[in-house]
């Protein structure tokens, strides 16, 4: 139940395409739902963050689609870049504790 | 604004010696801080929950006695590997926790390299 499944494990996406990873969770409990970027060597980075109360949030070319009755939310990368390559993760916690539980890393490539 | 620095960003010892990892929120204050072990190219795993002024509070299956956290300010956090093994060799990461637009958002250190040979 406190697991978050995320899809697919690696994607290769050409310059300017978009760029789509998916993650579900069975915990309704789960009110927070970030997205993380990590690239190799480094800490993750938060990039974007939704709540269950509206069904997308946009910041620039980063857009989180949330579906609560599906218990499904993906991470949308509009005009992808070479420099967006980089490795992926969806979280999901409960508000008051704030852990966060981890999918397993989406590793994007975008050709050039 | 919410940078989280770790010192030292890589480190080297001999099995059985002890390892102390710093994680500092720079431009905050940071009640809680949490720790995460990272293998290569896998997810990160929580390890404990790093409260200032409190024990920590660790997830299941990590021994708290080989992995000491300190959480003595509210802008610092300290993991130590104790009796260090080349099986605790990872990628440790600290994250520290920041209230913002009315909700708590984690925002993550550079990392730091552990190899114990």
């Known amino acids: 139940q406190q697991q978050v499944k995320q899809s697919p494990q690696s994607l290769i996406v050409q310059k300017g395409g978009i760029s789509i990873i998916n993650c579900a969770y069975e915990?309704?409990?789960?009110?927070?739902f970030p997205w993380y970027q990590q690239f190799p060597g480094k800490g993750p980075a938060l990039l974007i963050a939704?709540?269950?109360?509206?069904s997308e949030k946009k910041e620039g070319r980063f857009t989180i689609s949330f579906n609560k009755s599906a218990k499904q939310f993906s991470l949308h990368i509009m005009d992808s870049q070479p420099g967006d390559s980089a490795t992926y993760f969806c979280?999901?916690?409960?508000?008051?504790?704030?852990?966060?539980?981890f999918g397993a890393g989406t590793i994007l490539r975008v050709k050039s | 604004g919410a940078v989280v620095s770790q010192h030292p960003s890589r480190v080297i010892c001999k099995s059985g010696t002890s390892v102390k990892i710093e994680c500092r929120s720079l431009d905050f204050q940071a009640t809680t801080m949490f720790w995460y072990r990272q293998f290569p190219k896998k997810s990160l795993m929580l390890m404990a929950t790093s409260n200032e002024g409190s024990k920590a509070t660790y997830e299941q299956g990590v021994e708290k006695d080989k992995f000491l956290i300190n959480h003595a300010s509210l802008t610092l956090s300290t993991l130590t590997v104790t009796s260090a093994h080349p099986e605790d060799s990872s990628f440790y990461i600290c994250s520290a926790r920041q209230m913002r637009r009315s909700a708590y958002e984690q925002y993550f250190g550079p990392g730091t390299r552990l190899t114990v040979t």
């Open positions: 915990n309704t409990a789960f009110d927070y």
């Open positions: 979280a999901a916690s409960m508000r008051e504790g704030n852990k966060l539980v």
């Open positions: 939704i709540r269950p109360d509206v």
